[in-house]
C-alpha cells in the first residue's frame, strides 16, 4: 500500500517559496538536511497515523529560524511559521499552533520532551543520526563558524561537541521507539567511545571539507 502524500498544492508551495532559502544557511542546515528531515518526518508520519501535511509543513519549516541567531532558530523558526498567512489556505488556526510548537520542539539540546506527537516527530527526524553524515556535519560547522581554528583546536571541539550530544551521556534524545535511529545511535556510541576511531573519522572528513572550503 502506497504512504500517504502531502497534497500537490501544498507541496508545489513550499518547494517554490520555503525550500529554496536553505540556500543561505550554512552546509550542516542546507537545502540537502531539510529534505533528508522531510523524507524522515513522512516516513515517521506513516508509521504513527500523524496528518501528513501538517508533518511536511513542519519538517520544511523547522530550521528557516537559521536567518537569526542560531542559538534561538527554534524559536524564530516558530514565529516564522505561525505568521505565514499563505499556510492558513491549507491548516486551521489550531493545527497552525500544533505546527509552530512543533518546530519550537525540535531542537536536540531542549531539556523537555515535544508537547506534541508532530514535535516527537520533527525532533526525531532532525535527529539525522547517519554515524558519517553526523561527523561530516560537525566538522562543517566547526569550519564555517570557527575559521580562526587551526586543526588540533577543530578536533578539540569535534571530540567535544560528539560527546557532549551523541555520547551515552549526551544530551540528545529520541521520542519515536523503534525508530530508525536508534540503531544508527547505537553504531555512533561506538566510535565515540573509541577515541582512535574517532580521530580516524576526524581525519577523513576534516580532509574532505577542508579541500571544499
Given at each position: 500500500?502506497?504512504?500517504?502524500?502531502?497534497?500537490?498544492?501544498?507541496?508545489?508551495?513550499?518547494?517554490?517559496?520555503?525550500?529554496?532559502q536553505?540556500?543561505?544557511?550554512?552546509?550542516?542546515h542546507?537545502?540537502?538536511?531539510v529534505?533528508?528531515v522531510?523524507?524522515s518526518?513522512?516516513?515517521?508520519?506513516?508509521?504513527?497515523?500523524?496528518?501528513?501535511?501538517m508533518?511536511y509543513?513542519?519538517?520544511?519549516?523547522?530550521?528557516?529560524?537559521?536567518?537569526?541567531?542560531?542559538?534561538?532558530?527554534?524559536?524564530?523558526?516558530?514565529k516564522?511559521?505561525?505568521?505565514?498567512?499563505?499556510?492558513?489556505?491549507?491548516?486551521?488556526?489550531?493545527?497552525?499552533?500544533?505546527?509552530?510548537?512543533a518546530?519550537?520542539d525540535?531542537?536536540?539540546?531542549?531539556?523537555?520532551?515535544?508537547?506534541s506527537?508532530?514535535?516527537?516527530?520533527?525532533?526525531?527526524a532532525d535527529?539525522?543520526i547517519?554515524?558519517?553524515?553526523?561527523?561530516?556535519?560537525?566538522?562543517?560547522?566547526?569550519?564555517?563558524?570557527?575559521?580562526?581554528?587551526?586543526?588540533e583546536?577543530?578536533w578539540?571541539?569535534?571530540?567535544?561537541?560528539?560527546?557532549?550530544?551523541?555520547?551515552?551521556?549526551g544530551?540528545?534524545?529520541?521520542?519515536?521507539?523503534?525508530?530508525?535511529?536508534?540503531?544508527?545511535?547505537?553504531?555512533?556510541r561506538?566510535?565515540?567511545a573509541?577515541?582512535?576511531?574517532?580521530?580516524?573519522?576526524?581525519?577523513?572528513?576534516?580532509?574532505?571539507?577542508?579541500?571544499?572550503?
Amino acid at each position: 500500500m502506497p504512504k500517504p502524500q502531502p497534497a500537490l498544492d501544498l507541496m508545489e508551495f513550499i518547494e517554490t517559496q520555503i525550500l529554496p532559502q536553505y540556500a543561505q544557511f550554512d552546509k550542516a542546515h542546507n537545502l540537502e538536511h531539510v529534505t533528508r528531515v522531510i523524507r524522515s518526518s513522512l516516513d515517521l508520519a506513516s508509521r504513527t497515523g500523524a496528518d501528513v501535511d501538517m508533518v511536511y509543513a513542519i519538517a520544511a519549516y523547522h530550521d528557516l529560524g537559521m536567518s537569526g541567531p542560531r542559538a534561538i532558530h527554534h524559536l524564530t523558526g516558530g514565529k516564522i511559521l505561525i505568521q505565514d498567512a499563505r499556510l492558513r489556505r491549507w491548516f486551521t488556526a489550531e493545527q497552525m499552533k500544533i505546527m509552530k510548537e512543533a518546530v519550537e520542539d525540535h531542537r536536540a539540546s531542549a531539556s523537555r520532551a515535544p508537547r506534541s506527537l508532530y514535535g516527537k516527530i520533527v525532533a526525531e527526524a532532525d535527529r539525522d543520526i547517519v554515524p558519517g553524515q553526523v561527523f561530516r556535519r560537525t566538522v562543517q560547522f566547526g569550519l564555517n563558524n570557527y575559521p580562526e581554528l587551526d586543526k588540533e583546536h577543530h578536533w578539540l571541539r569535534f571530540r567535544e561537541h560528539m560527546e557532549q550530544k551523541y555520547s551515552v551521556h549526551g544530551y540528545i534524545r529520541l521520542w519515536i521507539p523503534g525508530s530508525p535511529n536508534e540503531e544508527k545511535l547505537k553504531e555512533l556510541r561506538d566510535v565515540i567511545a573509541n577515541e582512535k576511531a574517532l580521530r580516524e573519522q576526524f581525519e577523513k572528513y576534516y580532509a574532505e571539507e577542508s579541500k571544499a572550503q
